[in-house]
């Protein structure tokens, strides 16, 4: 499960595009629909548990996230038994067959009023190491530097870590003020320290990462209208910050999330991300044939698919004709729709990359 609340965090998709300094071409040129898709993959073996990079440099992984340590003082006591970030959300280890993951407990401001929420603590932009950045973004030049995840300016599903999802939705109806103002006090933090990430990194930063879970998988999560009441217009601040820094943005939205890319377009979203294929309508080429002249993808393999639960041929089958469909005319970044859980086989995570690899030509 994606940790989104934690800000900044290392981007969590696996773009298959070789870096932006190779003569084939990169991946901002394929978001600007320029030219096709130029893949790399290759499979790995005898990496450490943890060693992050060496994975993405295997499998030519394009992204590298800029983000800055939180240096400041403990905003919230530790707890038996749970993990305490520092906006103070409360995680408890779940493990399965597969492995395990990060659940979300207690919502702590699950019945918070407004006076709670004012004084809830909130990290101090200051509090962060942006001396690191340069050297960061230098180390890394030939990649596309990202700056924020999917969590900047995400509302409904990171709010639900702290008040739960129902409350949250109940809230937006209600036009709840304790609700509303939690939103506008962690967006100031969130828009304060990306902009001084981008100062920072003095023109290096390529790309601004933004989300907002939108869908489920049946259709919308909140009606059109409620979201252009209470969303939209705080979204067009993360996207109008972009924008000012002449950064493409790109949106996170996990469901069926395109009942609103109209609305992303006009408020400047370049690139739409995650793309759950079993969904209602985001089918690759409804998506493809809809939006392909306004919009730019990245996802589309998904993690319940093929990759999780069908064979190695199954996934190359499935990775080709999704690049058949979305191919034509550039502008898609072939990435699986979340992050690749415990139990997808590695075999068919290497089949992906490979097939990315054999099919990913013009």
């Known amino acids: 499960m994606r940790d989104c609340d934690q800000f900044p965090t290392e981007g969590e998709q696996l773009p298959l595009f070789r870096g932006r300094g190779t003569p084939e071409g990169s991946y901002l040129e394929l978001l600007r629909l320029k030219r096709p898709a130029d893949f790399c993959g290759t499979a790995y073996f005898g990496l450490q548990r943890d060693d992050d990079e060496k994975l993405r440099l295997t499998l030519g992984v394009d ?7 939180y240096v400041g003082a403990k905003l919230f006591e530790d707890m038996p038994g749970r993990h305490v970030d520092i906006m103070g959300v409360h995680r408890v280890w779940i493990e399965h067959a ?46 596309c530097l990202v700056v924020g995840n999917a969590g900047l300016g995400d509302f409904i599903n990171s709010t639900g870590f702290l008040r739960s999802m ?18 506008d006090k962690k967006l100031a933090f969130q828009l304060e320290v990306t902009e001084r990430i981008i100062d920072t990194a003095d023109g290096r930063i390529d790309l601004l990462w933004m989300g907002e879970d939108l869908g489920t998988q049946r259709g919308p999560m909140i009606s059109k209208d409620l979201y252009r009441k209470h969303l939209r217009p705080r979204h067009q601040q993360v996207i109008d910050l972009g924008k000012a820094y002449d950064l493409p943005v790109v949106i996170h939205s996990c469901g069926s999330s395109s009942w609103a ?45 093929a990759v999780a639960y069908g064979t190695e041929q199954e996934t190359i089958d499935n990775v080709r004709e999704t690049l058949e469909i979305m191919k034509p005319g550039g502008g898609y970044a072939l990435s699986p729709t979340h992050q690749l859980q415990d139990n997808s086989p590695t075999e068919n995570v290497i089949a992906m990359y490979e097939a990315a690899n054999m099919y990913g030509w013009y």
């Open 98 to 143: 597969y492995g395990g993951y990060w659940d979300y407990v207690d919502f702590p401001l699950k019945d918070a009023m407004l006076e709670e929420i004012e004084n809830w603590p909130m990290p101090d932009p200051d509090d962060f190491d942006y001396s690191i950045l340069v050297t960061r973004c230098q180390e890394w030049e030939q990649y």
């Open 261 to 305: 890319y109209d609305d992303l377009v006009e408020m400047g979203i370049d690139v739409v991300d995650t793309l759950q294929p079993e969904v209602k309508d985001m089918a690759p080429a409804y998506l493809k044939a809809t939006y392909g002249d306004r919009l730019a993808f990245h996802g589309c393999i998904s993690t319940a698919g």
């Open 166 to 183: 129902e409350q949250v939705l109940v809230d937006l109806i209600m036009d709840e003020p304790a609700c509303l103002a939690y939103f």
């Open 63 to 69: 992204f590298r996230t800029i983000d800055v340590p």
